[in-house]
Nanobody, 126 residues
Framework: QVQPLESGGGSVAAGGSLRLSCDVS??????AGWFRQAEGKEREAVAT???????SYSDSVKGRFAVYRNAAKNTLYLQMGSLKPEDSGIYYC??????????????????????WGQGTQVTVSS
């Protein structure tokens, strides 16, 4: 099945850093980003990037996380810093071919023609 492929999850102590990567070379997309789901909580948008490199972030990660991609636009990254235990969860790479702006993907989530990766676990210990 064609879908984004995440890597880079793991365990880290609070205050540490991690970088997630996502191979989006197999999909055609306009916007992409990262969502997460903590245990017992609903899935939420974390950071998204639009066709023109505009970005959107949740208030809880603003200033600590950065979403970006390589020049070829076939790899998406999420650089996470000053990690907190509440950042723990499964992080999903997402992409959508029809939502061009980061804010659209952030608010609407991928549409019927969009993609979700299988997710990668991030655990932050206190």
């Amino acid at each position: 099945q064609v879908q984004p492929l995440e890597s880079g999850g793991g365990s880290v102590a609070a205050g540490g850093s991690l970088r997630l990567s996502c191979d989006v070379s197999r999909v055609v997309y306009a916007s992409a980003g990262w969502f997460r789901q903590a245990e017992g909580k609903e899935r939420e948008a974390v950071a998204t990037i639009g066709m023109n490199d505009d970005t959107s972030y949740s208030d809880s990660v603003k200033g600590r996380f950065a979403v970006y991609r390589n020049a070829a636009k076939n790899t998406l990254y999420l650089q996470m810093g000053s990690l907190k235990p509440e950042d723990s969860g499964i992080y999903y790479c997402v992409a959508d071919p029809e939502l061009a702006e980061s804010r659209e993907l952030f608010i609407l989530s991928p549409g019927p023609h969009g993609w979700w990766g299988q997710g990668t676990q991030v655990t932050v210990s206190s």
